[in-house]
């Protein structure tokens, strides 16, 4: 299992040693949210791109916004390496992949727990990455919606059937328990906030993690 470390839940006033702890986690789950998509503001790319070059984890950006588009060159220049938008803040899915790719890094849907995977058919075939939302975009520490399983289920299903390359992540209320769940249904990437930077051995948590 490949874990992202969710930095919303770690200390901002010693990011860089938070991610350092995370260094055997390969990614690094960066929430970004503007207040307007989601009931929350969180950072933007000011934040975190001082650590591009220090830390070795991809920049896993999750882009909680309603201007996706807009804001798509900032993160670029501050190192996101995958660039997930929501389904539901663009009117033009097409247009924004095309633009993601452009810039030569990875391109992800994220979509959230009333968003059904059907609406992303069309697209698949050109995504890096599916972010299956477990609890409602904005916060950390929230409880694990099950519906996200039978989505994980369907994408793991049309991945296989179509030879489709995108990963499998889910993201929100990861821990002991519903990680196993999901890694059970073909999830490949678990994010987790809460349950890493709240643990007493954050690298244990992630060995685990990683061991599913
Ligand atoms: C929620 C974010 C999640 C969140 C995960 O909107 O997208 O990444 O930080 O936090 P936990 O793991 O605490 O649910
Ligand atoms: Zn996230």
């Known amino acids: 299992m490949i874990v992202a470390p969710s930095i919303l839940s ?3 006033n010693r990011l860089l040693e938070e991610v350092k702890e995370c260094n055997n986690a390969e990614f690094i789950h960066i929430d970004v949210m503007d207040g307007h998509f989601v009931p929350n503001i969180s950072f933007g790319p000011a934040v975190y791109k001082n650590l591009k070059g220090k830390v070795n984890n991809v920049f896993d950006v999750h882009l909680m ?3 996706p588009m807009k804001y798509l060159d900032d993160h670029v220049n501050a190192g996101a390496d995958i660039y997930t938008f ?5 009117n033009d899915v097409k247009e924004m992949i095309e633009e993601i790719k452009k810039r030569n890094i990875k391109v992800g849907i994220s979509i959230k727990p009333k968003t059904d995977v059907k609406l992303l058919l069309p697209y698949l075939k ?3 990455l599916v972010l299956v939302m477990s609890v409602e975009p904005g ?3 929230q409880t694990f919606i099950d519906s996200a ?3 994980i289920e369907e994408l793991a299903r049309l991945k296989k059937e179509n030879n489709y390359h995108y990963l499998i992540e889910v993201d929100g ?3 002991q328990e519903t990680a196993k769940l999901v890694a059970k249904v073909g999830c490949e990437v678990v994010v987790a906030g809460t349950y890493i930077f709240k643990s007493q051995d954050r690298k244990k948590t992630i060995e685990y ?3 599913l």
């Open 10 to 12: 770690a200390d901002f």
């Open 65 to 67: 916004i309603s201007d």
């Open 86 to 90: 929501h389904y539901e803040a663009v």
């Open 126 to 128: 050109d995504l890096d």
């Open 139 to 141: 916060f950390g520490g």
């Open 149 to 151: 399983l039978g989505k």
């Open 173 to 175: 209320g990861i821990n």
């Open 209 to 211: 993690l990683k061991s």
